[in-house]
């Protein structure tokens, strides 16, 4: 075992006995209850088959048989959740043929980040993460349920379906994903004509035709953005079935798998001989196996939020310094774009998941002896899926390196350390993904240009007034003050000055998508600037330094606790009309983003880091 991993692992678990400890027990109480269905009224039971076929309700009533939530995220508006329209019928009839019965216990809601992108709808986008673990704890609530199957794919929808799953540990529940769209136009295409639109040189028109084509059809969209990076990471956690996670929609081998997810679940129910609660299956080692799974691909920045809150979930207290340290030991081994110019169906075809866990776990990167729902010990994910002869089973992947552009072997690494990086500093703390970032862009010392809104920063580029070096700073992004946007539109414009040769860096107490990449940008800034953090005193011309190497994040010969902090808070009524004025207790009640930004208590809060400054108002 890399001794890094192992000692971040007993980190975890030392600072998360007690928490973890109390969940445990718990969950190990509810189990020792038996099937909470057994304990309905008759009244209520009656109301909760009423609606079953007759030889369902004759299994419900008559002996112990699995019954099995379905929890759903399926929309039209996800290209990624679209495939799930069917899911329900092709997993009931499987669970029957495993003795069980499965209902539709509960929809959740999906945001679609990509339609929201730099929209007011985006401000919704992190918030939903914590209704959907609601809207899952709302549907797995009915008490009727020996296990779950989870439907979800997106950014917040995976994060949300687990931390609900995880308030119901004492049940097995398996994630059950839909796969990646064929691969359309090139990503780094996609991001060619988006500049080349920026700057005037293209029509929307041209620019809505490069964009239908990248985005074609039913399917997870095939960057390596935050879904995708969902999907390796649950399978990394042993929460979905081995080698499930991008084979592509409507394919043969995927409806075997969903099939084969729907018997799964029913043979791992408490009534059976293989019992494995989803609150087992998640502890220290799993976390740190998703973590080491992130890192070694370039994964989504936004995992620093999600994974911190699902395992807060699980009573495990996951904080940003974990991740550093694990950057430092474990090796680049995948160029997906953004990180290069492969997508996630070049990833597949070049082993994948199970080459990549594969070869994590022959260089001691990962821990083996894990619970998963394929059964004991992670090495069931080294295998991939086979179908053959409509039969379906699970073949060792070859060890050998199938496409050494897109995906290798510890022993070769594409950079020796993985993608993310913890900065500090007098600006606070943040996170930079640096595995996208040309290493000559990694330092960068500019003058400040701030802003309060993306949309103002968007305008000075189009009116021209950016053609230069600097440092975009723009503030009163975090959960508190409106939500944590994603601030992915800005990529276009800095790429641009970028590629004009200046040193452009962007630093935020918001957030980036999965997708951006290419520009070095400190972000979840904490504390935020609404909490008073340093970012609400900084000014224009403000001379900063930003070193992902060193991992430092500073502002130059500026003392900033002689100034007063800008306080921008919304006027009354500011939000009506977009849905976010029903999201003004969340704003009042979210965690910071190193606690993952949620407004669902967890694991103990770690101790507040210690803003320099008051909070705004407390000098009023
Ligand atoms: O975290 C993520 O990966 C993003 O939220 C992603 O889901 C979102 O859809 C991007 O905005 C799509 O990228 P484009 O906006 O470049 O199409
Ligand atoms: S990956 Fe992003 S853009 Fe694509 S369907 Fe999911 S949320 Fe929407």
Redesign the pocket.
Known sequence: MNPTVAAVTERIAARSARSRGAYLERIRTAVMQGPARGDLGCANFAHGFAACAPEEKALLRATPRANVAIVSSYNDMLSAHQPYVTYPQTLKRAVMTAGGVAQFAGGVPAM???IT?GRAGMELSLFSRDVIAMSTAVALAHDMFDGALLLGI??KIVPGLLIGALSFGHLPALLVPAGPMPSGLPNREKSRIRQQHAQGLLSREDLLDAEASA?HAPGT?T?F???NSNQLVVEAMGLQLPGSAFVNPGTPLRRALTEAAGRRVAAITALGDDYTPIGEIVDERAIVNGVVALLATGG?T?HTLHLVAIAAAAGIRLEWSDFDELSRAVPLLARIYPNGSADVNHFHAAGGTSYLISELLAHGLMHEDVKTVAGRGLRRYAEQPVLEDGQLSWAPVAREVVDASVLRSPAEPFSPDGGLRLLGGSLGSAVVKISAVAPEHRVVRAPARVFDDQAHLLAAFDAGELDGDLVAVVRFQGPRANGMP?L?KLTPPLGILQDRGHAVALVTDGRM???SGRIPAAIHCTPEARDGGPLARLRDGDLIELDCEAGTLDVIGVDLAAREPLDNAAPAGAWAGTGRDLFDRFRDLVGRADEGASVIGGAPAPAPAVSPFPPIGAHA
């Open positions: 679609c980040d990509g992108q997106c950014d985005y969209c960057f953005g935050t879904a989504s936004n994603e992915h998508s999965g997708a």
